[in-house]
C-alpha cells in the first residue's frame, strides 16, 4: 500500500523554525520527484518547494524562498523541509506529494499540483504573531 506520512507540524511563534518530514512506504522515492504544497482556509493548494529526483535540483515559491529548505533522504524513504524564519502567513496544512515529473526542477510541471501522484494526509502549522 502506497502512503506518505507527514508529520512535524505545530504551534510556533513568528520568527520561529520547524522541521517537516514525510515518510514514504510501499514505494522507493528514489524514482520520483518529491514536493510540498501547502493550503491555508478558504485557499487553492500552493506549491511551496520541490526537489527533483536526484536530489541535485530544487525550486521554492518566491514567497519561501531563502526561509525554507527541501531535501531529501532515499535511504531512508523520506523529504524533509526545514522551514525557518516563519511568519503568520505561512499558516496552512502543508502537504507531501511524489510524482513522475521529468527533468531537473526547473521544469515548470514541479510547481504544478497535477503532475504528483501520491499525497500524504497534511501536517498542521500554525505561527502565531
Known amino acids: 500500500q502506497v502512503q506518505l506520512v507527514d508529520a512535524g507540524g505545530g504551534l510556533v511563534q513568528a520568527g520561529g523554525s520547524l522541521r517537516l518530514s514525510c515518510a514514504a512506504s510501499?514505494?522507493?522515492?528514489?524514482?520520483?520527484?518529491m514536493g510540498w504544497f501547502r493550503q491555508a482556509p478558504g485557499k487553492e493548494r500552493d506549491f511551496v518547494a520541490a526537489i527533483g529526483w536526484r536530489g541535485g535540483s530544487t525550486v521554492y515559491a518566491d514567497s519561501v524562498k531563502g526561509r525554507f529548505t527541501i531535501s531529501r533522504d532515499n535511504a531512508k524513504n523520506t523529504v524533509y523541509l526545514q522551514m525557518n524564519s516563519l511568519n503568520p502567513e505561512d499558516t496552512a496544512v502543508y502537504y507531501c506529494t511524489a510524482g513522475n515529473i521529468l527533468g531537473s526542477a526547473t521544469n515548470p510541471a514541479y510547481r504544478s499540483r497535477y503532475s504528483y501522484t501520491y499525497w500524504g494526509q497534511g501536517t498542521q502549522v500554525t505561527v502565531s504573531s
Open positions: 510501499g514505494f522507493r522515492i528514489g524514482s520520483y520527484a
